[in-house]
């Protein structure tokens, strides 16, 4: 017995060991991806914007020297040399309300530059310093009144009015949105009578042709190497039928046919449109009412409605419906795009882009405005700070002058209109 066992021993001993496969460690688990913010990635810091923010010092404001008075559609050169505004004119019986366009200088006081009769809209600018604008003063369809109904003249003279002269007779319903092509031709937005979006139609200034260009209601910015951001009403989509039921279960949908035609209760979508190109590309879809103001590097900067549907809605300080509130619409391409706001309480309007530092917007409250650049990097830089009776915020081209209106409650209505009360117009240079 004791023989076995050794044998037995002597066996294990010099039986070779059975290879077993290695237990392999578990995964680790794989860290959660990084949110992906709805826009492009952009630097944490702009040190560049915030160095140039700390040179300013506390900006002042000057005071341009003009007549006690009402004013309407005031806007600053591009340059930021000159504040054009309209007045009313005075009215004699059941004649039409008339204005004047008018033009004052941070070195000169205010001077007329033409009576426009019953137009009021905003000049549009030539690069040599000219100007371009409206009249309509005649009843040229025999109505016995002068409305909108009637042709209107476009105009062209010098900044302060001098060598004026007419570019060409606009039919009614045209109206002049932009200058283009160096200011060699002018851009008018054309109702058609098949689609409520209309045309954009270019008016050469020399010879005086018209060319149908796009498809478009209105031309929302003049792109580099003369492409367009147009804006195109869009159909509001149906609302979604709820599901019919029968005896025997849910009954099939009925065919909703081809979506309505749009019209002008419709939000606008947003396009580019490059003349070598056939079609526009969509840019931007929105939903609510949005209006997109500037662009700088290759970004497009505007003021879109909040959401009615975000939980914003039940905190008491945020408006309620009926007083909307806007905040600031960045679009980087159709993927990306998002909105920015310091807070829910305020309004928010786009004045220009800075170049190499960013957004000027004006945030507005119930005692007061401020104006604010956003930087590359989204962030927030506060340059100066408004009382409530400053309204109709305006900018050059660059950005580098400010323009608004101090406005008195000269009705004492409680209500600071610059239409009907006192106003005064007001420069502030970022320089």
């Known amino acids: 017995m004791r023989r076995v066992l050794c044998m037995l021993l002597l066996l294990f001993a010099f ?168 200011g060699r031709e002018v851009l008018l937005a054309v109702p058609s009578d098949d689609e409520v979006s209309g045309w954009i139609t270019s008016l050469d200034l020399v010879t005086g042709a018209r060319t149908q260009v796009v498809r478009g209601f209105n031309v929302a910015l003049v792109l580099e190497g003369d492409k367009l951001l147009i804006e195109r009403m869009q159909s509001t989509p149906k609302p979604r039928e709820p599901m019919r039921w029968g005896r025997d279960g849910p009954l099939p949908p009925e065919d909703e046919g081809p979506p309505p035609p749009p019209s002008l209760l419709d939000h606008v979508e947003y396009l580019v449109f490059d003349p070598a190109e056939a079609e526009p590309v969509p840019l931007y879809k929105p939903s609510r009412k949005s209006r997109v103001l500037a662009t700088g590097e290759g970004s497009y900067f505007g003021v879109q409605e909040r959401d009615p549907t975000s939980s914003m809605r039940g905190n008491p300080f945020v408006r309620q419906a009926g007083s909307a509130s806007f905040e600031i619409l960045v679009i980087d391409d159709v993927q990306h795009r998002d909105t920015r706001s310091l807070s829910a309480r305020f309004n928010y309007e786009v004045l220009a882009w800075i170049d190499q530092r960013g957004l000027l917007l004006v945030e507005r409250g119930n005692l007061g405005a401020r104006l604010y650049l956003m930087d590359r990097a989204l962030k927030f830089h506060k340059l100066a700070d408004f009382d409530l009776a400053a309204t109709d915020f305006t900018a050059s081209r660059d950005g580098l002058t400010v323009g608004w209106l101090e406005v008195d409650d000269t009705d004492e209505n409680g209500l600071l209109q610059p239409w009907k009360d006192n106003a005064r117009p007001h420069i502030l240079r970022l320089r």
Request: proline content about 11%; some cysteine.
């Open 15 to 182: 039986t070779p060991a059975v290879a077993q496969d290695e237990v392999e460690p578990e995964p680790e688990p794989e860290a959660p991806a990084e949110p992906k913010g709805s826009l492009r990635a952009r630097p944490d810091k702009d040190p560049a914007a915030a160095g140039w923010v700390s040179t300013l010092g506390t900006p002042r404001p000057r005071a341009l020297t003009v007549a006690q008075g009402p004013m309407l559609r005031a806007v600053l050169s591009p340059d930021g040399e000159r504040f054009y505004y309209y007045r009313s004119l005075p009215r004699e019986g059941k004649a039409p309300q008339m204005y004047a366009l008018y033009c004052v200088g941070p070195e000169k006081s205010e001077g007329k530059v033409a009576d426009t009769g019953v137009d009021a809209h905003p000049p549009l600018f030539l690069a040599d310093g000219r100007i371009l604008f409206t009249t309509r003063r005649h009843d040229l369809n025999h109505d016995d009144v002068i409305d909108e109904l009637d042709d209107c003249t476009l105009v062209v003279s010098n900044r302060d009015g001098g060598n004026l002269r007419h570019a060409a007779t606009l039919a009614a319903g045209e109206t002049p949105v932009a200058t283009w092509r160096g």
